[in-house]
């Protein structure tokens, strides 16, 4: 726990901007009124009425917002010379081409809903390939172009390694968390959201039980989760730190905050905070296993908490 604490302290006395961070505060502070204020990603962005490849350019248009809004004012301030380099622009759009399509891949739908298959067995996959499809598009696109470019600097594929990663301070946070979940636990709205797959109103399918089916669900879910990690900590935060330096963090958490804004206001305005805490681990440690430990940790553990705090009510 010290060391974790010791990474944020350093990076703060080393690399803390206060034009910078007033900038970046305003901007996320406008964008989040403006998007839960007019609901503006449901509205404009992810309309469910809408083409594929418009809601490809859409979450296209919209994320590169997100990001060069602070990139691009953040080299100024900080007098870095990553804007004149071409591997930041390769970079940046290849990455942002990858969360795009993850945001923007909606034709699993289409494919699942033309297959003969009653409802029961169309909800299972909906939720199935919805969780898997950050595999399918994110994944892909990252590993080819870590083979194709990064391979030969970067010997691990961006922070999957558990070389000097050390899991007892990020289980001493989760252990410190525990409280605060065990008591979110209780709160109606809890159950309402967690888990994300319950049990108890699926009906069994494909010849599998319901907790095999749980348990399928589970294990896309929490590949979800590397994902995430992956992406902003592991892509943005790392991959990006060849060309950026110690800059490559404070872009990365206006694009997560982004990714939040069909969650509640208080958990899009937290990802900033955390993914800040994430992302400092990831740059000194070029690992995203501690993220991954944390990230994966809390959902797990939500989960378990919803299941039992449901069975205790029957």
């Given at each position: 726990?010290?060391?974790i604490?010791?990474?944020?302290k350093d990076?703060?006395?080393e690399?803390?901007?206060?034009?910078?961070y007033?900038?970046?505060?305003?901007?996320?502070?406008?964008?989040?009124y403006?998007?839960?204020?007019?609901?503006f990603?449901?509205?404009?962005?992810?309309?469910?009425?809408q083409?594929?490849?418009?809601?490809?350019?859409?979450?296209?248009?919209?994320?590169?917002?997100a990001?060069f809004?602070?990139?691009?004012?953040q080299?100024?301030?900080?007098?870095?010379?990553?804007?004149?380099?071409?591997?930041?622009?390769?970079?940046?759009?290849?990455?942002?081409?990858?969360?795009?399509?993850?945001?923007?891949?909606?034709?699993?739908?289409?494919?699942?809903?033309?297959?003969?298959?009653?409802?029961?067995?169309q909800?299972?996959?909906?939720?199935?390939?919805?969780r898997?499809?950050?595999?399918?598009?994110?994944?892909?696109?990252?590993f080819?172009?870590?083979?194709?470019?990064?391979?030969?600097?970067?010997?691990?594929f961006?922070?999957?390694t558990?070389?000097?990663?050390?899991?007892?301070?990020?289980l001493?946070?989760?252990?410190?968390m525990?409280?605060?979940?065990i008591w979110?636990?209780?709160?109606?709205?809890?159950?309402?959201?967690?888990?994300?797959?319950?049990?108890?109103?699926?009906?069994?399918?494909?010849?599998?039980?319901?907790w095999?089916?749980?348990?399928?669900y589970e294990v896309?879910y929490?590949a979800?989760?590397?994902m995430?990690?992956?992406?902003?900590?592991?892509?943005?935060?790392?991959?990006l730190?060849?060309?950026?330096?110690n800059h490559s963090?404070?872009p990365?958490?206006?694009?997560?905050?982004?990714?939040?804004?069909?969650?509640?206001m208080?958990?899009?305005?937290g990802s900033?905070?955390?993914g800040y805490?994430?992302?400092?681990?990831?740059l000194r440690?070029?690992?995203?296993?501690?993220?991954v430990?944390?990230?994966?940790?809390?959902?797990l553990?939500?989960?378990?908490?919803?299941?039992i705090?449901?069975?205790?009510?029957?």
């Amino acid at each position: 726990m010290k060391k974790i604490v010791g990474y944020l302290k350093d990076y703060v006395r080393e690399h803390f901007h206060w034009g910078l961070y007033l900038y970046t505060a305003i901007f996320l502070g406008m964008a989040i009124y403006l998007n839960y204020a007019f609901k503006f990603e449901k509205t404009y962005i992810n309309m469910i009425q809408q083409s594929h490849s418009r809601r490809l350019i859409a979450y296209g248009l919209f994320y590169s917002f997100a990001y060069f809004a602070i990139a691009i004012p953040q080299a100024y301030f900080t007098k870095s010379d990553y804007l004149s380099k071409r591997a930041f622009w390769v970079r940046s759009i290849v990455f942002l081409l990858a969360i795009c399509l993850f945001r923007g891949f909606w034709q699993y739908r289409d494919w699942i809903s033309a297959l003969n298959t009653n409802p029961f067995e169309q909800i299972f996959l909906f939720k199935v390939i919805g969780r898997a499809k950050s595999l399918l598009t994110t994944l892909i696109v990252l590993f080819i172009f870590w083979w194709w470019v990064d391979r030969s600097q970067m010997k691990h594929f961006y922070g999957l390694t558990t070389r000097g990663f050390s899991p007892n301070p990020y289980l001493l946070m989760l252990l410190i968390m525990l409280p605060f979940l065990i008591w979110a636990s209780f709160q109606p709205a809890f159950l309402k959201m967690y888990p994300q797959f319950k049990p108890w109103v699926m009906k069994p399918v494909f010849g599998l039980t319901i907790w095999q089916m749980f348990g399928i669900y589970e294990v896309v879910y929490s590949a979800d989760f590397v994902m995430v990690e992956l992406f902003f900590r592991g892509a943005l935060v790392i991959g990006l730190a060849s060309v950026m330096k110690n800059h490559s963090i404070v872009p990365m958490i206006v694009l997560y905050c982004f990714l939040h804004f069909e969650k509640p206001m208080a958990e899009a305005i937290g990802s900033a905070f955390g993914g800040y805490i994430l992302g400092v681990i990831a740059l000194r440690t070029s690992s995203i296993f501690g993220g991954v430990c944390i990230h994966l940790g809390v959902a797990l553990l939500m989960d378990a908490l919803a299941i039992i705090q449901y069975f205790n009510n029957q």
